[in-house]
RNA sequence: CGGGAAGUGGCGCAGCCUGGUAGCGCACCUGCCUUGGGAGCAGGGGGCCGCUGGUUCAAAUCCAGUCUUCCCGACCA
C-alpha cells in the first residue's frame, strides 16, 4: 500500500479529550476517530488492526469446533421481557420504539437472541452440544464511557454461546473455550493471565478473566510466583496457613478521648498504636439494611466478597445521616460496641488477636482494649478483606504479586439460567425433557487493540506485536525525489509483496524527520529504510521497533534479510 | 446521578478579570528553497467565539439558563 493513495491522517500534539496512552495513540496514529462520547470510527490502519484480531479469534474459535453465525444488532424487548432481564438491566440497554410502537433494544449481549433461536432449531441431545459465536458490535449505553476504545458505548465483541446436554459436557466446553483463549492470545503476541474471577450478575458456577498485563491496567490481579494460581482481587481469597493461639487476656474496656481524630491514620498517631491494633467499623445499606463489617486498620475490605456473602443486589456505604443514625455519632467513631445495628461480621483476621482500639459511638471518643469475642455480638467471621502482597497463595502458600492488567475476555459457565426462563431444552436418550446446560464466552475485540496499545509502547508511539499490526513492515523513502532511492524503493516494495509480505510504502513528498516520527508513531515492527546515502555504500536499513536495533543489508539479499529479521522477531514475541 | 474542569478556524491554545478591529503555533493552499529525525523564507484561504435569552450605545468578554465534551466515583468485554 502506498501511503500517499491510503488514508492515514496522523496527529502531532495530544488531542485534549484523551487521558491514557491507548487513546491517544489511537487518534493520533490516524487509527480512529470519535463520532460522539463512547462512540468511534475505525478509519483504515485501525479497522485492519481489528481486522487482523477478528482473523485469529476467529481461526482459532473454529479450531476448538465453534461455529461462526451473525445475529442482529436490533433485538424485540419481548425476548427480554421473557428472560426476565427487560426490567433489571437497568439504563444501560438502550431502549426504544418502533412505528407501531412496539419495543426493542441494541443489543449489549445476545443470550436471549441465541437462546431464542437455538430452542426452536434444536430438540434432540443428539444435536449437542453446539458452540454458536459471532463478531458483532454491542452497545452499551454506559453510565460513563471513557479512555477511548477502552470503555466505549459501541464497541466489538466475540461472543460466544455453548449449549451441552449435561455438566460433564458443559465443563468440556468451557474447558474447550479456556483453552481456546490462551491460544488466542498467544498468537495475538499479548503478555496475559487467565484468573479467577467472580462470576457477578451474570450468574453462574465459574469463571475465568483473561488479563492483558499493563502497568495503566485498570483491574488489580493476585498471581502466585509459585503455582500457576491467579485471581482478580476481588475474587482471591484469603487463607492463613493455620489457626493461631488463642489471643492473651486482654484488659477491660475503657473510653479515652480522641478530639477530631477520625481516620485509622489519625487515630493511630494519636494513641500511638500501630494501625493493625486498630479495628475500623464499616457501616453498609445492604438492600435497605443497615450491615456493619469489622476488619483490622491496616486492611481494605473487599466489598465483592461482602456482597457476595450478604446475598443482596444494592450494597452501598452508608450516608453521614445514616452514620449518625445508628452508631449515634459523626463518621470516624462507630464501633460495635453499643451499635445500634443487629448484623454485624468481622473479618476472620479478627479471630486471631484481641486489645484493639475501636470507636465508641461517641464523637470525639474511643475505646481500649476491645476483644471480638467477649465485647461484641459477632454474626460470623469470614474472609472479606482484600488480599495483599504479605499473605500467602491460597493454593500453595508461596508469594503473592500484585499486578495490573485490563480485562479482554471472559469466560462463564452458565449453567441453565436462561434456558429455563426461555425454556431451551431437548429430549435425552430416555426421552425426557431436560434444559440445556449453558457457557458464554466474550472477548472486547476492540478493547484487545486498546489494551495491545497500554501494553506495548513507548514516547515515540505504539510498538505493535506482529499478528496485530496493520502492515508487516514499513518501507520509508526518504527522499523520493531523489530517482535512485524512487527506484529501488520501489523494487523493494515490489519484492517484499511478491513474498506475501504486506508492506506499508511511504512515498511521500516530505522530509525524512516527518517519516521517521510517523513510523515510529504508528509502530510497524519493522521498518526498512531507504535513503540516498545508504544506497551509495549498497545497503539499505532495517530498524527493529520495539529494539531500536538497526540491520543493514546489502541490495542484493533485501528480501532474504528481511524474512531473518522478521523471524528474529516472532521469536521475541515467542510466536 | 453526585463531585470537578472545559467549550474561541481541522488540531493544540491565548484573549475574558478591566466590554470597543478575533489572535498565536501546527495543519492547509501558492511560490522559492530544503531532504537521515516533525526545516526555512515569502504570500494566501478559512472562525455562527457551543446554543438561547438578558444587561449595554456596544458582548468572545458581564448575568441567567441550556446543550455538549472530558476527568474522579457506582457499571463492564
Same mark, same amino acid.
Given at each position: 500500500m502506498l501511503w500517499s493513495k491510503y488514508y492515514i491522517p496522523t496527529l502531532k500534539e495530544d488531542p485534549a479529550e484523551a487521558e491514557i496512552v491507548s487513546h491517544k495513540l489511537l487518534l493520533r496514529a490516524g487509527m480512529i476517530r470519535k463520532l460522539t462520547s463512547g462512540i468511534y470510527i475505525y478509519l483504515p490502519l485501525g479497522w485492519k488492526a481489528l481486522q487482523k484480531i477478528s482473523d485469529i479469534i476467529r481461526q482459532e474459535m473454529n479450531r476448538f469446533g465453534a461455529i461462526e453465525i451473525r445475529m442482529p444488532a436490533v433485538q424485540p424487548g419481548d425476548l427480554w421481557k421473557e428472560s426476565g432481564r427487560w426490567d433489571v438491566y437497568g439504563r444501560e440497554l438502550l431502549r426504544f420504539q418502533d412505528r407501531h410502537g412496539r419495543d426493542y433494544c441494541l443489543g449489549p449481549t445476545h443470550e436471549e437472541v441465541i437462546t431464542d433461536l437455538v430452542r426452536g432449531e434444536i430438540k434432540s441431545y443428539r444435536q449437542l452440544p453446539i458452540n454458536l459465536y459471532q463478531i458483532q458490535t454491542k452497545f452499551r449505553d454506559e453510565i460513563r464511557p471513557r479512555f477511548g476504545l477502552m470503555r466505549g458505548r459501541e464497541f466489538i465483541m466475540k461472543d460466544a454461546y455453548s449449549f451441552d446436554r449435561d455438566d460433564q459436557g458443559a465443563t468440556k466446553s468451557y474447558e474447550d473455550m479456556y483453552a481456546a483463549y490462551v491460544s488466542i492470545f498467544e498468537k495475538l503476541g499479548l503478555k496475559f493471565r487467565a484468573v479467577e474471577a467472580?462470576? +457477578?450478575?451474570? +450468574?453462574?458456577s465459574f469463571s475465568h478473566e483473561f488479563m492483558v498485563l499493563a502497568e495503566t491496567g485498570e483491574d488489580t490481579i493476585a498471581v502466585c510466583t509459585e503455582c500457576d494460581f491467579a485471581a482478580n482481587l476481588e475474587k482471591a481469597e484469603v487463607k492463613y496457613a493455620d489457626t493461631p493461639d488463642s489471643p492473651a487476656d486482654c484488659p477491660e474496656l475503657e473510653k479515652v478521648f480522641t478530639p477530631d481524630k477520625h481516620s485509622v491514620e489519625e487515630v493511630a498517631k494519636f494513641l500511638k498504636v500501630p494501625e493493625e491494633k486498630i479495628v475500623k467499623t464499616l457501616l453498609y445499606d445492604a438492600d435497605g439494611q443497615a450491615v456493619a463489617v469489622l476488619v483490622r486498620g491496616d486492611r481494605e475490605l473487599n466489598e465483592v466478597k461482602l456482597k457476595n456473602l450478604l446475598d443482596v443486589i444494592d450494597l452501598r456505604l452508608a450516608s453521614a445521616e445514616q452514620v449518625q443514625q445508628w452508631s449515634g455519632a459523626p463518621v470516624g467513631f462507630a464501633g460495635p460496641v453499643g451499635l445500634n445495628v443487629d448484623v454485624i461480621y468481622a473479618d476472620q483476621e479478627l479471630m486471631f488477636d484481641n486489645d484493639f482500639v475501636i470507636g465508641a459511638n461517641e464523637k470525639d471518643t474511643h475505646y481500649l482494649h476491645f476483644d471480638p469475642r467477649r465485647d461484641a455480638k459477632i454474626k460470623g467471621y469470614y474472609d472479606l478483606r482484600q488480599i495483599t502482597e504479605s499473605d500467602p497463595c491460597p493454593r500453595c502458600g508461596a508469594k503473592i504479586e500484585l499486578t495490573k492488567g485490563i480485562e479482554v475476555g471472559h469466560i462463564f459457565k452458565l449453567g441453565t439460567k436462561y434456558s429455563e426462563a426461555l425454556r431451551a431444552t431437548f429430549l435425552d436418550e430416555n426421552g425426557k425433557e431436560r434444559p440445556m446446560i449453558m457457557g458464554c464466552y466474550g472477548i472486547g475485540v476492540s478493547r484487545v487493540l486498546a489494551a495491545c496499545i497500554e501494553q506495548n509502547h513507548d514516547e515515540n508511539g505504539i510498538i505493535f506485536p506482529p499478528p496485530i499490526a496493520p502492515f508487516d513492515a514499513h518501507l520509508l523513502a526518504l527522499n523520493p525525489k531523489d530517482e535512485l532511492v524512487k527506484d529501488k524503493a520501489s523494487e523493494i516494495y515490489d519484492a517484499l509483496t511478491a513474498q506475501g509480505i504486506d508492506c506499508l510504502f511511504d512515498d511521500r513528498l516530505e522530509r525524512p524527520g516527518v517519516k521517521f516520527k510517523d513510523a515510529d508513531l504508528i509502530g510497524l515492527p519493522l521498518q526498512i529504510i531507504v535513503g540516498a546515502r545508504a544506497l551509495q555504500r549498497g545497503v539499505i536499513e532495517i530498524k527493529i521497533r520495539h529494539s531500536g536495533e538497526k540491520i543493514e543489508l546489502g541490495l542484493d539479499e533485501i528480501v532474504s534479510g528481511f524474512q531473518e529479521v522478521q523471524k528474529k522477531v516472532f521469536e521475541f514475541y515467542r510466536l
Open positions: 467472580d462470576s +457477578g450478575p451474570i +450468574g453462574g
